[in-house]
């Protein structure tokens, strides 16, 4: 028989998870915005195709929607700051991009200059689920680096991993 799990229970167990923090950007006809998410993850390789969670309360879901394209950009260590401007430390939209250096994408979608990696996608799908919706994105373009360390969120901080010089299973 299953158990129900309480929102306060599924929120402490998933702050136990890591994750990669990530800039979510948008630019089209309906404007430009982003907003800092942890819920991103590959869907399928075939067609390339990747899913992001946005809150339904986002003042901003209404343009990520009209503008049917936005940019996941997978942060560096180096990010924190920018992770916390986007996570809303400052309403104007313009501010938050003043605060680092965007690269101009094809699609119209801005990239973050330095991130490890830049999905470009084209909103292929949304589903509503709760209190988000599951941005499902046709991925038309990967920018990416070999450098950098991934900023993470574990336990509700950002956490430093060491480099690993050595092999698995030693």
């Given at each position: 028989?299953?158990?129900?799990?309480?929102?306060?229970?599924?929120?402490?167990?998933?702050?136990?998870?890591?994750?990669?923090?990530?800039?979510?950007?948008?630019?089209?006809?309906?404007?430009?915005g982003?907003f800092?998410?942890?819920?991103?993850?590959?869907?399928?390789?075939?067609?390339?195709?990747?899913?992001?969670?946005?809150?339904?309360?986002?003042?901003?879901?209404?343009?990520?929607?009209a503008?049917?394209?936005?940019?996941?950009?997978?942060?560096?260590?180096?990010?924190?700051?920018?992770?916390a401007?986007?996570?809303?430390?400052?309403?104007?939209?313009?501010a938050?991009?003043?605060?680092?250096?965007?690269?101009?994408?094809?699609?119209?979608?801005?990239?973050?200059?330095?991130?490890?990696?830049?999905?470009d996608?084209?909103?292929?799908?949304?589903?509503?689920?709760?209190?988000?919706?599951?941005?499902?994105?046709?991925?038309?373009?990967?920018?990416?680096r070999?450098?950098?360390?991934?900023?993470?969120?574990?336990?509700?901080?950002?956490?430093?991993?060491?480099?690993?010089?050595?092999?698995?299973?030693?």
């Open positions: 028989m299953a158990q129900n799990v309480t929102r306060t229970e599924f929120r402490n167990a998933m702050a136990r998870v890591c994750a990669p923090v990530n800039v979510v950007t948008s630019n089209g006809a309906a404007g430009r982003g800092t998410a942890t819920a991103m993850c590959a869907v399928t390789d075939e067609p390339p195709t990747l899913l992001v969670c946005m809150n339904t309360r986002s003042s901003q879901t209404g343009m990520f929607l503008n049917e394209r936005f940019c996941v950009n997978v942060l560096t260590q180096e990010h924190k700051e920018l992770a401007t986007f996570a809303g430390g400052l309403s104007d939209m313009d938050r991009y003043a605060a680092a250096a965007w690269t101009d994408l094809p699609s119209g979608n801005q990239a973050l200059a330095d991130a490890i990696v830049s999905f996608c084209r909103l292929a799908d949304v589903r509503p689920v709760g209190t988000h919706n599951i941005f499902i994105g046709e991925v038309i373009d990967v920018r990416s070999k450098d950098g360390h991934a900023l993470l969120y574990f336990d509700r901080s950002y956490v430093h991993v060491p480099t690993h010089t050595g092999s698995f299973g030693g």
